[in-house]
């Protein structure tokens, strides 16, 4: 490493005739040309390394083509360098690094050729630039904080994906990427930090690989586009404020979550319906808040329970496997009174989970009115690929069918079983 300034203005810079000024075989800085034309720099053949800060704010250098011979490019080296468009790196240059700031708000930087041997991509390395395409070489390791935070041009995010080495993906790396619309990570990414994906309100499909295992908080946070995504089975805990005002999102496949964070669906307006996974334990405060969900499964596994969950679902039926609300669950679980039907049966097919029976009594529905006068909405249950016919009673040897809506009138002690039609 060499240092911010470490030779700056001693007699290597007086004695410098090029702008670049080089100590033995480091290149350390830049001297201020006398006009304002563009500029082009090549590194000298041989070089080992681009000091800390070297081409800093130097605002009027275009482009830069680096040498086979480099090894290292110090941090914060072409920072705020505003009039960069191009990055040529030699496909044999042996570099492992593009350190922290190394292109911090080069906002005219359009396309940098990363070589293969790049392991690590730094904090804020491209942190507001132009880059319209971000290649990431197999062997990269970990994206850093802020990576490419903010480029607001960025269309396309390449990885190799034979044999990736990715593992990590930092704070912010891509927030803000307006104009990002979908990515597919490598198999192997085990770890996504902090708001990864958060503001990047053009993406509408995202691939999170087969080993994800841990996630920041609102890593889709305000992606407004986003409408599906298929998180893997290796992933168990959805972060608070996962999905946070993700308005379009309409389907979410979450087979192995066992925990779903505060905030984690709020606003997702989109969300009419869900499938809670079987080995779901707990809902944190507001988890659906101002979603469109019509109704919700929810099995005895569920022991915690946020307040406000479920608010501002107009529209929602609340269909639970427990027969009395658990001690775990918050007083204010249902702030909104939606109607529930507790001690319900559940059974699975390939599509999922759905209703069987239950038997209705003084304690089975909750913020159910009578019929005449009531201005409540009750949501039929859903089974994907069939209809909702009714629910079925025998009484001796007559069988009378009731909707969800007429429930209430229903005699205590009536067993109930859902009935379905197979959509051809």
């Excluded at 060499?2 to 075989?25: H, M, N, P, Q, R």
């Excluded at 490598?186 to 087969?210: E, H, I, M, W, Y």
């Excluded at 992933?235 to 389907?251: D, G, I, M, W």
């Excluded at 040897?397 to 859902?418: M, R």
Aim: hydrophobic share 35%; aromatic share 12%.
């Amino acid at each position: 490493t060499v240092g911010t300034s470490a030779f700056k203005d001693s007699g290597f810079w007086k004695k410098s005739k090029t702008l670049e000024i080089y100590v033995d075989k480091w290149l350390v800085g830049y001297k201020k040309a006398d006009n304002n034309d563009k500029q082009q720099v090549a590194v000298a053949e041989g070089t080992v390394g681009i000091a800390n800060y070297a081409f800093y704010q130097k605002t009027n250098i275009n482009n830069v083509t680096i040498p086979e011979s480099l090894r290292y490019i110090g941090m914060a080296a072409f920072a705020e360098c505003t009039g960069l468009q191009m990055v040529t790196i030699d496909k044999f240059c042996e570099l492992t690094e593009i350190p922290d700031y190394a292109f911090y708000k080069c906002t005219s930087l359009f396309e940098v050729t990363l070589p293969p041997t790049v392991t690590r991509i730094g904090r804020s390395a491209f942190y507001k630039s132009g880059l319209m395409v971000a290649n990431v070489s197999a062997d990269v390791e970990s994206i850093g904080d802020y990576a490419y935070y903010g480029c607001e041009s960025l269309v396309t995010v390449n990885f190799e994906y034979e044999d990736n080495k990715l593992k990590s993906i930092g704070n912010y790396a891509f927030g803000g990427a307006s104009k990002l619309e979908t990515i597919t990570l490598p198999d192997g990414v085990t770890t996504l930090g902090n708001n990864v994906f958060a503001r990047c309100t053009s993406l509408k499909q995202v691939g999170l690989g087969n080993s994800l295992t841990s996630m920041g908080s609102a890593v889709f946070a305000s992606c407004t586009s986003l409408r599906q995504v298929t998180l893997p089975s290796t992933l168990k805990e959805l972060p608070e404020r996962t999905f946070y005002k993700c308005s379009s999102l309409a389907s979410v496949e979450m087979d192995g979550v066992t925990s779903i964070g505060s905030y984690a669906f709020y606003r997702c307006s989109s969300l009419t319906d869900v499938n809670l996974p079987q080995g779901l334990t707990a809902i944190g405060d507001y988890a659906f808040y101002r979603c469109g969900l019509q109704n919700l499964y929810i099995t005895d596994n569920v022991t915690e329970l946020g307040a406000h969950a479920f608010n501002g679902n107009t529209d929602l039926t609340l269909y639970l496997q427990v027969s009395e609300i658990p001690q775990g669950w918050n007083a204010r679980w249902n702030s909104a009174f939606r109607p529930t039907i507790l001690g319900c049966n559940f059974a699975t097919d390939d599509n999922g989970m759905y209703v069987v029976s239950f038997t209705k009594n003084a304690q089975t529905l909750l913020n159910f009115n009578s019929v005449e006068g009531s201005s409540a909405r009750y949501s039929d249950p859903v089974r994907q690929g069939y209809s909702f016919g009714g629910w079925q009673a025998t009484d001796g040897e007559n069988t009378v069918v009731y909707q969800t809506n007429q429930l209430s009138t229903v005699p205590d002690d009536t067993e109930l079983v859902a009935i379905w039609n197979k959509i051809d």
